[in-house]
């Protein structure tokens, strides 16, 4: 975690020793959301967990992860909306 950038994005495996998850999800969106606070305390994860490039978390998040999230978004509200 040397570059400057918003974010880096990793993916830590469940069960990886120091990582605490802990209360629910309170925000709005979608009912389906799993989000919870986590807090990682001496946690070990490998480098080979980091999805894309130090530093350009946001990239992948706008460019990957948005336009699939606003397509079946839009997807799921016609759906229920035309029902």
Not at 5 to 28: C, K
Not at 52 to 80: E, H, K, S
């Amino acid at each position: 975690m040397a570059a400057e950038g918003a974010s880096s994005l990793w993916l830590v495996p469940a069960g990886t020793g120091g990582i605490e998850v802990g209360g629910n999800f309170n925000g709005l969106g979608m009912r389906g959301n799993a989000s919870r606070p986590m807090t990682a305390r001496r946690a070990v994860v490998p480098a080979s967990a980091e999805l894309g490039p130090d530093g350009g978390g946001f990239d992948i998040m706008m460019g990957v992860v948005l336009p699939w999230f606003q397509v079946l978004n839009a997807a799921t509200t016609f759906g229920t909306l035309a029902w």
